[in-house]
């Protein structure tokens, strides 16, 4: 059974950063990508980022390039997602969520199979 566990999350201000953590267990290899979403009261899901496990590539939303990277530790079965620079419009529920063989190209925020429960990122201004 995969279980995704997101953590990091908080309250920041406008400008700063944060480190938001997923651990997932019960993958049975690396042949996943994972993949950050994130959603707004009232807005619908965004998927921000993606990173291959097996190569490491990654993918980006065009509203977080340059301020958002995403990276893995495949030993411990975590990604990350560095947000820096944050606004407002950042204010979000953040998800992690892993597709089996899936890679980060074209649609890559499709067909995602487990999801975690969310972190809850508040920037204020």
């Known amino acids: 059974q995969v279980q995704m566990v997101e953590s990091g999350g908080g309250a920041v201000q406008a400008g700063g950063s944060l480190r938001l953590s997923c651990t997932a267990s019960?993958?049975?290899?690396?042949?996943?990508?994972m993949g950050w979403f994130r959603q707004a009261p009232g807005k619908e899901r965004e998927g921000v980022a993606c990173?291959?496990?097996?190569?490491?590539?990654?993918a980006y939303a065009d509203s977080v390039k340059g301020r958002f990277t995403v990276s893995r530790d495949n030993g411990k079965k975590t990604v990350y997602l560095q947000v820096n620079s944050l606004k407002s419009e950042d204010t979000a529920m953040y998800y992690c969520?892993?597709?089996?063989?899936?890679?980060?190209?074209?649609?890559?925020?499709?067909?995602?199979?487990?999801w975690g429960q969310g972190t809850q990122v508040t920037v204020s201004s």
């Open positions: 969520a892993a597709k089996p063989s899936g890679y980060c190209i074209g649609s890559w925020q499709r067909n995602y199979v487990y």
């Open positions: 019960g993958l049975t290899s690396d042949d996943y990508s």
């Open positions: 990173i291959r496990l097996r190569s490491g590539s990654t």
